[in-house]
């Protein structure tokens, strides 16, 4: 008992030698008894905080360039929100165009939030409902 307490602490002896000795120790004394009330307390310990801190990054690209650092947090398994208000239009287009091959060859999943703003979801992250387009002329031009 006393020898477990020092292990507990970490001031026993190395686990190989410990298991040596209590190997010996358990042919010494023959096999434990077994108490079901013992076994019944030692339940299953639970971590309540199993999931890690989810991130979603916002980002507004000026350019076709900045795409990539969108794509990379797409594969880190990070959602990105992504404004294209300051993006011209045919920058932005591009944008689009990658980022949605982009979360297609990863499994994930994009949406449009709004005008020129769109969610880029990886695979882990489900989107459910949608965002309706109230705007008559939102509903003609995809980007406008």
């Known amino acids: 008992m006393f020898q477990r307490v020092m292990n507990f602490l970490g001031l026993g002896p190395d686990e190989e030698e410990f298991d040596e000795e209590e190997g010996m120790m358990e042919e010494q004394m023959g096999e434990p008894e077994q108490d079901p009330f013992v076994n019944a307390r030692r339940g299953t310990v639970v971590n309540l905080h199993t999931q890690k801190q989810v991130r979603v990054i916002l980002s507004e690209p000026a350019t076709y360039e900045d795409a990539q650092a969108i794509a990379d947090h797409l594969k880190a398994h990070r959602s990105v929100i992504v404004n ?19 979360v297609y060859a990863l499994g994930g999943n994009m949406q449009k ?32």
């Open 84 to 102: 294209l208000h300051r993006s011209p239009y045919d920058q932005a287009l591009r944008v689009v165009d990658f980022l949605s091959g982009c």
């Open 113 to 144: 939030l709004g005008h020129n703003i769109f969610l880029c979801a990886p695979d882990n992250v489900d989107i459910q409902g949608t965002i309706s387009e109230y705007l008559a002329g939102e509903t003609r031009s995809h980007l406008r």
